[in-house]
């Protein structure tokens, strides 16, 4: 089956790097999507990388796939008190079903 | 911004109530989905649909239903709530091919009592 695991919790000083991370089971998965959702609402999209790249970089983030260890993670450069979220990690299999990792809580402190 | 809506936003609801959690996209997504959110943050895949008249269960066994009639219409339907179904409930959509972006509503934050 699928298991996409992150580590729960995370804090960090305005203006360091944040880097979150999910390790998964299934390496059949296409695409893996980074998505944060902050308080109250539903989960946006952040980022997605394509199953055969290992790098991607997006302005502030920077996502490292390690298809070998099955480790994806999620770098955000000058983090910010506005980027205190809950990331979660997902991985799209084919054209069908979205399996979302736990969820690391991002607080970011002045 | 994405055009997906659930309502109600907030339910309180009694014992034994037979209750829809509505959900409404009007993108003219085929996918449609709905998970359910843990307290702890933890999301779980209850229910997804491929189109019209397909529904199929998640990977938690979730004592709910579905029904796809239309295309932008996925309600979740509880028979008879329990406490044990309190929880957030999310619902998102995305586009019939390999790479797209699962938009995501508001969801709907049900008490059971």
């Known amino acids: 089956g699928e298991d996409v695991e992150q580590s729960l919790f995370l804090s960090v000083r305005e203006g360091d790097s944040s880097v979150i991370n999910c390790t998964y089971t299934?390496?059949?998965?296409?695409?893996l999507y980074w998505y944060k959702q902050e308080p109250g609402a539903g989960l946006q999209l952040l980022t997605y990388?394509?199953?055969?790249?290992d790098m991607k970089q997006d302005q502030r983030l920077t996502v490292l796939l390690n298809k070998k260890d099955k480790h994806l993670s999620l770098r955000i450069a000058d983090t910010q008190t506005g980027d205190s979220a809950i990331y979660f990690c997902?991985?799209?299999?084919?054209?069908?079903?979205?399996?979302f990792g736990t969820g690391t809580r991002l607080l970011v402190s002045p | 911004e994405a055009d997906i809506y659930q309502t109600p936003r907030y339910l309180v609801i009694g014992t034994g109530k037979k209750i829809t959690l509505e959900c409404s996209q009007t993108?003219?997504?085929?996918?449609m989905y709905w998970y359910q959110q843990d307290p702890g943050m933890e999301l779980h895949l209850i229910h997804y649909?491929?189109?019209?008249?397909?529904?199929e269960k998640g990977d938690l066994s979730s004592e709910s239903t579905v029904s796809r009639i239309r295309t932008e219409h996925f309600p979740l339907t509880l028979e008879s709530a329990r406490p044990s179904h309190t929880s957030q409930y999310l619902c998102?959509?995305?586009?019939?091919?390999?790479?797209?972006?699962?938009?995501f509503g508001q969801g709907t934050r049900l008490t059971v009592v």
């Open positions: 990388i394509f199953s055969n790249m």
């Open positions: 299934d390496s059949s998965s296409t695409y």
């Open positions: 997902a991985e799209s299999f084919g054209f069908q079903k979205l399996v």
């Open positions: 649909s491929y189109g019209v008249n397909s529904t």
């Open positions: 993108m003219g997504h085929d996918k």
């Open positions: 998102a959509s995305r586009e019939d091919t390999q790479n797209t972006e699962a938009f």
